[in-house]
């Protein structure tokens, strides 16, 4: 298969998977360049109740910039800071530092990789990352369209209407599951 994604028909063609992946800039916050990307998070993300956990990492990145930050850190409540950690530097200065989870089966790990290789993406063939973050405001922004984009496509494509309304509950935990 080639790069080109099955293009879903969108009432507006502007925030299609493809013109996202392919056309948006991810440092450029004009009206103009965020448009299709935030349609596309309207159209799907709307009413996901984790949104807005992973959307601050994206919108704060001029914010983050300008206030010279060095690194952020985005973590769960259920995570607690050591005074060792105040001392420790990435030993790449932009690395993109994660914690660890306990949330990958092999049904789930062969599908990502179905759907990046769809997408015309690269698997890393990494398991169990968990939601703490650690780098730059620049990584920050990169991980966090990432994110979202694919937050977008699962949604959409990889869950049926009534998973998205969670009628179904966590009945497919943990193996593929929409909350």
């Excluded at 496509?153 to 209407?161: D, G, N, P």
Aim: hydrophobic share 40%.
């Amino acid at each position: 298969m080639s790069k080109v994604l099955k293009i879903i028909s969108f009432k507006n063609q502007k925030a299609s998977y493809e013109n996202v992946l392919n056309n948006f800039n991810i440092f450029d916050d004009s009206p103009k360049n965020l448009a299709p990307f935030y349609s596309l998070m309207k159209m799907h993300l709307v009413n996901y109740g984790y949104l807005n956990s992973i959307l601050m990492a994206f919108e704060g990145y001029n914010y983050f910039r300008r206030a010279k930050f060095d690194f952020l850190i985005r973590s769960d409540m259920d995570v607690f800071l050591t005074p060792l950690f105040g001392q420790w530097v990435p030993p790449v200065c932009n690395s993109f530092v994660v914690g660890g989870g306990g949330f990958s089966t092999e049904f789930n790990n062969k599908r990502l990789k179905r759907i990046a290789q769809m997408l015309g993406m690269s698997y890393a063939e990494q398991w169990n990352l968990g939601s703490t973050w650690y780098s730059t405001p620049a990584q920050f922004r990169l991980v966090s369209f990432l994110t979202l984009f694919g937050m977008a496509y699962l949604s959409s494509e990889e869950f049926a209407q009534p998973e998205r309304e969670g009628k179904l509950g966590v009945e497919l935990w943990p193996d593929w599951h929409y909350g």
